[in-house]
């Protein structure tokens, strides 16, 4: 079984800065992409963003587009999500995601939905604070 592990997370101030990273912890596993998600209280877990692990394509939600940036060091087996611009909106825990299964396409990045994942890690929380 895959054991993805989030570290990175913490409290920032409104404006700042957090890069999240994610990586399996038992070695590495034949992925076609890895996102990134997150759940604020009372709330349904979101999409954030994705990457294509082959191409590097990568698809976000529009609430985060332009501030948000995802990478991959494939050497490394980690995703990262680099967060700048925070807003107090941003607080949640936050979690990656592995998909497993074949990609649709070489090119394909708009793996959006819960179901689109077959591993997750166990989230890290994201704070931000006025």
């Known amino acids: 079984q895959v054991q993805l592990v989030e570290s990175g997370g913490g409290l920032v101030q409104t404006g700042g800065s957090l890069r999240l990273s994610c990586a399996p912890s038992n070695g590495t596993f034949s992925r076609s992409a890895m996102g990134w998600f997150r759940q604020a209280p009372g709330k349904e877990r979101e999409f954030v963003g994705c990457?294509?692990?082959?191409?590097?394509?990568?698809y976000y939600a529009d609430s985060v587009k332009g501030r948000f940036m995802i990478s991959r060091d494939s050497a490394k087996n980690t995703v990262y999500l680099q967060m700048n611009s925070l807003k107090p909106e941003d607080t949640a825990v936050y979690y990656c995601a592995g998909r497993a299964r074949l990609g649709t396409s070489y090119y394909y990045t708009r793996y959006v939905g819960v179901a689109d994942y077959d591993y997750w890690g166990q989230g890290t929380q994201v704070t931000v604070s006025t």
């Open positions: 990457i294509n692990w082959s191409s590097g394509g990568t």
